[in-house]
Each structure stands twice: as structure tokens, then as C-alpha cells.
């Protein structure tokens, strides 16, 4: 045994053959002399789990497979856009310069031919043709609301489904998100008209009252009008902005869970609970990134619509004001199709953080996360089928 443990100890059988290069003293630098290996621990990439221990599926796509942190959820907000462009800022793109394209002609023919009949009537026929007007503003802006509720409709339901079926790595085309969004299309135009008539009747409510009140023709009538006209605004806002957290889950919940509308409101209200001041931070960082955004980007185009204006109209006459609406269509065209796309990247990340939002939720509450790892591990079944009610 002794002589083994000195033929280990060296390859000559006697003693240990000292290293010749003896390690610097501090501050020394020896030539060709490299610190000894280290016996720290591997890293954690390299280091090998025990048997048997269950190491969770690696993130298949979008996100992580596990409730989200802010960082992740925001991320992942503006990670849409480049994860599946074509079903996602393509139809947004369409629907939203299909909207401004409308709201630019109804605008332009009814100001341009108002002004032109106003200047040629007479006195006794004025108020009517000015009535008139006013009713064609009145049913074209109705059009022009209808469209963009059938197409906002339409975007929360395609981009739902992509942010869904991306937790999961997958990129569902854009004719396949389309139609996934058809089958669910009039709960969520339902929802939309439903939205959208609530704010209409409380705003023409407080402007009844405004009236009324400042119809007295007193000065205390008046400054009360003001008050509840502001203070009534304000209230609006606060109230719209409460509903649009309580309510963000809604087209997730009709989407994926195949939901009517009033069962899809009780379900966010629902899942909700706990997370509003976080959805709603979210929800403004996001508009305010955006906002910031499209105001950079549109303002050079801007300078050029101005400068084409006066390209094309050098000689127009600042008291026309046909001329003045025509001049101003004009201009604002390149700003205007700029700020759409900005918007329609907007929308996409807003509706994003809606459906991510959503998910965080039911991974939180009901354990959607083991449900998504185990259909990203053995596939098979839809693990966005509706919860026992």
C-alpha cells in the first residue's frame, strides 16, 4: 500500500516533483504562469438535476409559462408585433386607414359642399340648409362609429386569438385568425355597440343638464353650469377608465371561451379583482410609449403636408372657406396616414396587454399555467376551454 500511494503521489515513485514555477506575489507578473483551476461549483446551466426532478418546459413563445411579472407583461405587449406581423399589424393597418379614410371624405364632401351651399342662400333658407348639414355630420359620424366598432371588434378577436395560440409557439395565419374572429363576431360588435351607447347616453345626459341649468340665464346659473360640466367630465373619464380595466377581459373571455356578452362582462369582473391598478398602469405606459412615439414620427410629415399645401394652393385666399377645408384636407393627409400606423401598432400592443392581462389572471387563479405546459409538452386539447361555471 505504501509503495502504491508513492507511485500516486509521483510518476517516478519517489517524492512530489515541486512545480518550478512558484505562483507571483502581489503585485508581480510571472511569464507563462496561469492561476490553477478553480473548484467552484459549475454554473447552474451545466449542473445536473437529480433524477426524476421535474424541470418545466422551456418558453415555447410568446411568454413564459408561469404568472407574468410587469416587465414581462409589457414586453411581451410590444413582442406581438414582430412575433406574427402579418396577422397582427396588417388587418390593424387596413381597419385603421379604412376608418380614416371615411372620416376624411364624410368630413371633406359634407364641409366643402355646406360652405358652397351656405355662401349661395338666402337669409330666409340658411338655418335650414344649415340644419341640414349638421344632421349629414350627425348620420355620417354614426357610419363612420358603426365601422369602427365592427372593425375594432374584429382586431380584438384576431389579436386575441394570435397572443393565445402564441403562448403556446404557434403563428396562426392571418385568413385562420379571421375567421376564428367571425365566429365570435357579433358578441364582441355587441359588446363594442353596448360600450360605446353607454358613453354616448351619459355624455348627452350631462350635456342635457349643462343646458338646462345654464338656460336660466342668471350668472349663478351659468358658473353652476360650468362646475357641473367640468366636474361631470371628470367623472366621465374616472368612470371610463374604471370600466375599460373591469372590462378588459371581455373579448379574451368571448374569444376563447366562447362566451355571450353578459357572461363574458360577469367573468372579468371576475377575474379583475385584485389587478386593476396594475392593468391600468400597464394600459397607460402603453399609450403613453405610443403617444410619444407617433407624436415624434408624425411631426416631419407634418411640415411636409404644410409645405405641400403651399406648393398647391401658393395663391389661396385665407378668407375662402372652401378653400380652407380643401387646403387643410390636403395637408393633413401625409401626418394623417403616419399617425395610423403609429395607432395601429398602438392598438395592437393595447389589445395585447388586454389578452396577456387576461391569461396572467387565470394562470393566478386557476392554474391556466400547468394546463398550457402540459399541452406544450404532450399536445392535444385546447387549453383555453371555458372554466366549470
Do not use: C
Amino acid at each position: 500500500m505504501a509503495d502504491q500511494a508513492d507511485e500516486w503521489a509521483s510518476p517516478s515513485g519517489g517524492a512530489p516533483t515541486p512545480d518550478p514555477v512558484q505562483p507571483p506575489r502581489y503585485g508581480e507578473r510571472i511569464p507563462g504562469w496561469t492561476p490553477p483551476a478553480s473548484d467552484a461549483a459549475p454554473p447552474p446551466s451545466v449542473q445536473q438535476l437529480p433524477p426524476g426532478a421535474y424541470t418545466p418546459p422551456p418558453k415555447p413563445g410568446l411568454i413564459p409559462l408561469h404568472p407574468l411579472s410587469f416587465g414581462q407583461l409589457l414586453g411581451a405587449a410590444f413582442a406581438v408585433l414582430r412575433y406574427n406581423p402579418r396577422a397582427t399589424i396588417v388587418p390593424t393597418l387596413i381597419v385603421n386607414l379604412v376608418q380614416v379614410a371615411l372620416t376624411l371624405a364624410l368630413f371633406g364632401v359634407v364641409g366643402a359642399s355646406a360652405v358652397g351651399r351656405i355662401e349661395n342662400a338666402s337669409d330666409a333658407d340658411r338655418g335650414a340648409i344649415i340644419a341640414g348639414t349638421v344632421a349629414e355630420g350627425v348620420l355620417g359620424g354614426l357610419v363612420v362609429a358603426a365601422v369602427a366598432i365592427f372593425g375594432t371588434a374584429l382586431l380584438q378577436g384576431m389579436l386575441v386569438h394570435v397572443v393565445a395560440r402564441g403562448t403556446l409557439g404557434e403563428r396562426p395565419r392571418a385568413g385562420e385568425t379571421l375567421r376564428r374572429a367571425l365566429r365570435s363576431g357579433w358578441p364582441l360588435v355587441g359588446f363594442g355597440a353596448l360600450v360605446a351607447g353607454i358613453e354616448v347616453v351619459v355624455l348627452v345626459v350631462l350635456a342635457l343638464i349643462v343646458t338646462a341649468v345654464a338656460l336660466t340665464g342668471s350668472t349663478v346659473g351659468i358658473a353652476l353650469a360650468v362646475v357641473i360640466g367640468v366636474l361631470g367630465f371628470l367623472g366621465f373619464v374616472l368612470g371610463v377608465g374604471f370600466l375599460l380595466v373591469k372590462l378588459a377581459s371581455v373579448p379574451s373571455a368571448i374569444v376563447l371561451e366562447h362566451r355571450g356578452v353578459f357572461s363574458a362582462i360577469g367573468r372579468s369582473w371576475t377575474l379583475m379583482r385584485g389587478a386593476f391598478w396594475r392593468t391600468l398602469g400597464l394600459y397607460l405606459l402603453v399609450v403613453i410609449i405610443v403617444g410619444i412615439a407617433g407624436n415624434i414620427v408624425s411631426f416631419p410629415f407634418s411640415i411636409l403636408g404644410g409645405a405641400l399645401g403651399g406648393l398647391l394652393f401658393p395663391d389661396a385666399s385665407s378668407t375662402d372657406p372652401a378653400q380652407i377645408i380643401q387646403t387643410s384636407l390636403i395637408t393633413s393627409i401625409p401626418s394623417t396616414i403616419v399617425t395610423s400606423l403609429v395607432q395601429g401598432i398602438g392598438v395592437v400592443a393595447q389589445v395585447s396587454v388586454f389578452a396577456l392581462t387576461y391569461l396572467d389572471r387565470r394562470m393566478r387563479r386557476e392554474g391556466l399555467d400547468l394546463e398550457l405546459q402540459r399541452v406544450a409538452e404532450q399536445g392535444g386539447g385546447d387549453p383555453f376551454e371555458p372554466a366549470p361555471r
